[in-house]
């Protein structure tokens, strides 16, 4: 049976688009690998009415709720492959039959890649964060790292200073533009020249930050800016256009969130910096109201 929607994701965003298709008693498959980018944080926060509950519970939750709807349906898997054009899409995935539909949602989220440094990926999700929106509140204060790995971090540093006295480690990055380098000055960021060689979690639960000079400073979390990059082939084998950003390319799409490709739409962290539960699901209802209002109005929506 073809499917009204194929949603490739079943995060925050896939999920909340599932939810407005549902509601509209359309036929959704939600196809998803059970690897959300969150997976690695043990709590969400700034979410509300959801501040401290685990990311896991929340998508348990969403998902229970939506397998109430006779017409959801879910594939566990990674799809690899799609191909078609709009009212016939078709996606391919390991060890399951190939699914039709008219429409495709593509909420695959980003992939967070890591600097090589020895000890970081033990500690990412814990003490090794991304977003002090996020997670900046339960540091309490005190001694804050920012580890330099894009242009944009003395940007990062400057935000940092309203959770905790924050120290850039430059890592080798080129020193701040005059402007940037008076607001860290002003914000009391300090600097630390040199390269980051390793990383350590002490045995109070701090970070120890060891650096090629033979110099380590120890804090109490360390913000990164990871390279983030579109989940999967699919975006580019569809064609759909990208658009660069200061956190990286993500799908180009309009308002309603269709891309450039008719028929395909795009959620979440691939189509909207920057990364945020709460956004992802706002971005998530507005595609599914473009995909079902494309549905009935096609004219309107190619």
């Known amino acids: ?22 509601r509209a008693r359309r036929h959704v498959t939600i196809i998803d690998s059970g690897t959300p980018r969150n997976r690695f944080a043990a709590h969400s926060h700034g ?11 929340i998508l348990d939750q969403a998902r229970a709720q939506l397998a109430a709807y006779p017409t959801v349906s879910f594939v566990e898997g990674e799809a690899d492959s799609a191909e078609g054009a709009i ?27 890591l600097p090589e440094i020895p000890g970081l990926k033990d500690l990412w999700g814990k003490t090794v964060l991304h977003c002090p929106y996020c997670h900046g509140y339960e540091i309490g204060g005190g001694a804050i790292g920012v580890l330099a790995t894009h242009a944009m971090a003395g940007h990062q540093a400057i935000l940092a200073a309203d959770w905790g006295d924050v120290t850039l480690f430059t890592n080798g990055m080129p020193e701040p533009e005059p402007e940037t380098l008076a607001l860290l000055e002003s914000r009391r960021v300090a600097l630390q020249p040199g390269i980051v060689t390793a990383l350590e979690e002490t045995g109070s639960g701090l970070v120890l930050v060891r650096m090629a000079n033979d110099r380590s400073l120890e804090v109490k979390a360390l913000f990164i800016g990871p390279e983030m ?12 256009e990208l658009e660069e950003t200061p956190a990286g390319r993500i799908i180009k799409t309009d308002q309603m969130k269709m891309t ?31 995909l079902h209002q494309s549905l009935i109005f096609p004219k309107d929506h190619s």
């Not at 896939?14 to 549902?22: R, T, V, W």
């Not at 979410?47 to 519970?57: I, T, V």
């Not at 990059?229 to 759909?240: F, M, P, S, Y």
């Open 87 to 113: 009212d016939d899409f078709h996606v391919h995935l390991p060890g399951h039959a190939p699914i039709s539909a008219r429409r495709l949602l593509l909420a695959g989220g980003m992939e967070d890649r």
């Open 229 to 240: 990059h579109i989940r999967g082939g699919i975006v580019e084998a569809l064609g759909c």
């Open 1 to 22: 049976m073809q499917q009204d929607a194929i949603i490739i994701g079943g995060s925050f965003a896939g999920l909340s688009a599932a939810y407005i298709l549902a």
């Open 47 to 57: 979410a509300l009415a959801l501040d401290g509950k685990p990311g896991h519970e």
């Open 260 to 290: 450039s490709v008719a028929g395909v739409y795009a959620a979440g962290d691939a189509a909207r910096p920057p990364g945020n539960i709460t956004l992802a699901s706002a971005d998530g209802v507005t595609a599914g109201l473009g």
